[in-house]
């Protein structure tokens, strides 16, 4: 069977037309520009499109861009650099020889952290930061699926927080208070957890369907709700408490619950690697294979053109935001059962919730590319602490760099500007 291109698009779409204007108007009238009569919520649904699924090329430069300005703040904060800039007119060449040994001296310690350490001394200790990496990437793929997903159907879900925490707190929930065998005990944990956070999830799905409420509100309000629900667990020994604790921490994760390490004990990493792989193989497929992954993106684009050619806009943003919430929930699980099983805690989502919303963009709400985005912050959070060790350079560089391209990723007319890329006018 032949593909249909490089997105798996439809080649062509069939969608009503808006009326035309009566011929009797005024001449006046017809000199209106079409951005004139295009209404707010329309213009604010098309920056948004653009923004969450534009070209890989605004993309990529905007990396590009936020690392260039990560390398002034490190030449910034370098003390070798100052100490040359104190005598520049006098040896300038003394000043450009810190400021290369600086940013060299980073990035290489990054690459050191995150992919490959040529200085270790065992082929274990070589290889081990790329399994490091990929530890990092699983819940940051599997969470920036889940809020991509949303993307592609027209609607931002920044709810990762509380749908990771649900998730994460339903799964250790299943993990120590049921004593099973592993191959039900582990399925069982993933597929609750899925689940608690599908519907936590779904809440914003249903109000967005049912009222119109904004989901950017909803979602931010049921991150405060579920981390208090979870908390309440967390310090409730009918719960989620450990017995015999005072702390809001759950006891450790048995063994038959527990994700299995893929390349032994020496290395971190787990099988929740495995299950981002599939999780991003079903992705998708639902949404370039499947009538469902139609209905979503046919919603992203025009709702109004979507809702009279036939397709339940409601139902779209219910299944949307349910499917969402399962994949931001698969993270926490992640958390729990695999990268963090000493107990859960209110802490387990880790910054990842608000992370993956970045990866869902700078992966263009495209599975594949979301994992690619996932592999990359991965690789930033493994090799910012060992920039920080070897370098002394703040691991706070690492998060101006992600903030930046937050910033390059929501302004691409400004990328676009600076690299002086053609627009679509022109």
Not at 43 to 63: C, D, K, P, Q
Not at 322 to 327: E, F, P, Q, R
């Given at each position: 069977m032949s593909e249909k291109g490089p997105e798996n698009e439809p080649a062509e779409t069939t969608e009503p037309?808006?009326?035309?204007?009566?011929?009797?108007?005024?001449?006046?009238?017809a000199t209106t520009s079409d951005a004139d009569r295009v209404p707010e919520?329309?213009?604010?649904?098309?920056?948004?499109?653009?923004?969450?699924?534009?070209?890989?090329?605004?993309?990529?430069?905007?990396?590009?861009?936020a690392m260039f300005f990560g390398s002034l703040m490190i030449l910034f904060t370098d003390e070798d650099v100052r100490y040359g800039l104190s005598y520049f007119f006098a040896r300038p060449s003394d000043t450009f020889f810190y400021a290369w040994e600086a940013i060299s001296g980073a990035y290489v310690s990054l690459w050191r952290g995150a992919v490959y350490n040529d200085?270790?001394?065992?082929?274990?200790?070589?290889?081990?930061?790329?399994?490091?990496?990929?530890?990092?990437?699983?819940?940051?793929?599997?969470?920036?699926?889940?809020?991509?997903?949303?993307?592609?159907?027209?609607?931002?879900?920044?709810?990762?927080?509380?749908?990771?925490?649900?998730?994460?707190a339903a799964a250790a929930f299943v993990a120590v208070r049921?004593?099973?065998?592993?191959?039900?005990?582990?399925?069982?944990?993933?597929?609750?957890?899925?689940?608690?956070?599908?519907?936590?999830?779904?809440?914003?799905?249903?109000?967005?369907?049912l009222t119109g409420a904004h989901e950017v509100i909803v979602t931010i309000m049921l991150n405060y709700v579920g981390y208090y629900l979870v908390f309440y667990a967390l310090t409730r020994k009918s719960l989620l408490q450990a017995p015999g604790s005072g702390n809001p921490k759950s006891s450790p994760m048995p063994e038959s619950a527990v994700l299995p390490d893929l390349l032994g004990q020496q290395f971190n990493l787990h099988a929740g690697f495995l299950l981002a792989l599939l999780a991003t193989v079903l992705v998708w497929w639902i949404l370039n294979r499947s009538s469902l992954g139609y209905r979503f993106r046919a919603v992203g684009e025009n709702p109004s053109a979507a809702k009279a050619?036939?397709?339940?806009?409601?139902?779209?943003?219910?299944?949307?935001?349910?499917?969402?919430?399962?994949?931001?929930?698969l993270a926490g699980v992640n958390q729990v059962l695999g990268s963090v099983t000493d107990g859960a805690t209110s802490g387990l989502d880790?910054?990842?919730?608000?992370?993956?919303?970045?990866?869902?963009?700078?992966?263009?709400?495209?599975?594949?590319?979301?994992?690619?985005a996932g592999i990359l912050f991965g690789a930033f959070k493994s090799g910012g602490f060992f920039m920080q060790a070897s370098e002394g350079i703040p691991v706070d560089i690492v998060l101006v760099i992600q903030s930046l391209i937050v910033l390059f990723l929501a302004a691409p007319p400004l990328v676009k500007a600076i690299f002086r890329l053609p627009t679509k006018e022109a």
């Open positions: 037309t808006e009326p035309t204007e009566p011929t009797g108007q005024a001449e006046g009238a919520a329309s213009r604010w649904h098309v920056a948004m499109r653009e923004i969450t699924t534009g070209n890989a090329l605004v993309a990529v430069l905007s990396v590009l861009l200085l270790g001394s065992t082929f274990t200790q070589q290889i081990k930061p790329i399994t490091e990496t990929l530890k990092f990437a699983a819940p940051l793929t599997l969470a920036g699926l889940g809020i991509g997903l949303t993307f592609r159907a027209g609607l931002f879900n920044i709810g990762g927080r509380g749908q990771m925490l649900l998730g994460g049921l004593d099973l065998p592993m191959i039900v005990h582990l399925p069982l944990a993933i597929l609750v957890g899925a689940l608690a956070a599908a519907l936590w999830g779904g809440i914003a799905g249903l109000l967005k369907a050619a036939g397709i339940n806009v409601g139902v779209a943003y219910l299944s949307a935001f349910l499917i969402s919430g399962a994949l931001v929930g880790a910054g990842i919730g608000f992370d993956a919303i970045t990866v869902a963009l700078l992966g263009r709400s495209r599975p594949f590319g979301i994992l690619a």
